[in-house]
Structure formats: C-alpha cells, structure tokens
C-alpha cells in the first residue's frame, strides 16, 4: 500500500442558500400535496427535501492536490505539466468566466463558490490553455501547487 501526499482537499458543497433550497422544495412539495394527504405529504416533502440534499453532496465536485496531480471535478493533471497558479477574488474570477475567458479552457465551476484559481496548462500536446478552478481557499491552492 503507498502513502497518499496530500497538500490541498476541498470539496465544492453548496453553502447555506444552496441547503436551504432544498428544505424550501420539499415544503413546496409537502404544500402542493397537503389537501390530497397530510401524511403523504409530509413524507414526499421529507423525501424529496433529502434527495435533493444528497443529489447536491453527490455532485459537488472534490479539488485536491495530492502525489503532484491537481484533480478537478473529473479532471487530473500532473502538477509538472502547469505553470504559475494565480488566485482570483471575486471580481476577478467574473471577469475570467466572461470576457476573459477562453473557450478552450477547462472549467470547474460552482457559483456558491465565487473566488478560484488560474492555472496555464504547459503540455504542448493538449490544446486547453489554462484551467480555471473554483474554491473557497485559492491562495492555499496556489500554495500547494507552487
């Protein structure tokens, strides 16, 4: 068995909004199914309020940095393959995923997380210039990809 190095683990989850929008879809659920059945209702309410909740965990995507692989999403690359990572705020970021942004590049996006990463891509052999990567931490991503 080898020892995994890990320098940097975040996983994208909603933040508060993005979890109270599940609990608000299963009141609309339980509201809308009220007059035909009030148990009914409160258990499809209950349901449909932990599914999406654990549609939202399920699909959040893991950025990480471990044994020299950044891992985006469904995405890897080998940490020697990127040049120098640049931190974006806010601001910076939109500007990234409008007119800054190449449609080349490979892009892991959550809107709850508003602040992210830059990375150039320098392997001449794969066509995507750069990746732009969201997180709630960029200045320790950098860290750990420098």
Same mark, same amino acid.
């Given at each position: 068995?080898?020892?995994?190095?890990?320098?940097?683990?975040?996983?994208?989850? @909603? #933040?508060? +909004?993005?979890? =109270?929008?599940?609990?608000?879809? #299963?009141?609309?659920?339980?509201?809308?199914?009220? @007059?035909?059945?009030?148990?009914?209702?409160? *258990?499809? #309410?209950?349901?449909?309020?932990?599914?999406?909740?654990?549609?939202?965990?399920?699909?959040?995507? *893991?950025?990480?940095?471990?044994?020299?692989?950044?891992?985006? #999403?469904?995405?890897?690359? @080998?940490?020697?393959?990127?040049?120098?990572?640049?931190?974006?705020?806010?601001?910076?970021?939109?500007?990234? =995923?409008?007119? +800054?942004?190449?449609?080349?590049?490979?892009?892991?996006?959550?809107?709850?997380?508003?602040?992210?990463?830059?990375?150039?891509?320098?392997?001449?052999?794969?066509?995507?210039?750069?990746?732009? *990567?969201?997180?709630?931490? @960029?200045?320790?991503?950098?860290?750990?990809?420098?």
């Amino acid at each position: 068995m080898t020892a995994t190095t890990l320098t940097f683990h975040e996983r994208l989850l @909603p #933040g508060p +909004g993005g979890w =109270l929008g599940t609990v608000g879809l #299963g009141v609309i659920v339980a509201i809308a199914l009220w @007059p035909v059945h009030a148990v009914a209702a409160a *258990v499809s #309410g209950a349901v449909v309020c932990l599914g999406s909740a654990a549609a939202l965990a399920a699909t959040s995507p *893991v950025v990480e940095v471990a044994d020299g692989v950044l891992r985006a #999403g469904g995405a890897r690359v @080998p940490v020697a393959l990127l040049g120098e990572a640049r931190a974006l705020d806010v601001a910076a970021m939109r500007h990234e =995923l409008g007119p +800054g942004l190449d449609a080349r590049a490979y892009v892991c996006l959550r809107a709850w997380a508003r602040t992210g990463v830059r990375v150039p891509l320098e392997d001449p052999a794969d066509p995507t210039p750069y990746w732009l *990567v969201s997180t709630r931490r @960029p200045e320790q991503l950098v860290r750990a990809l420098g």
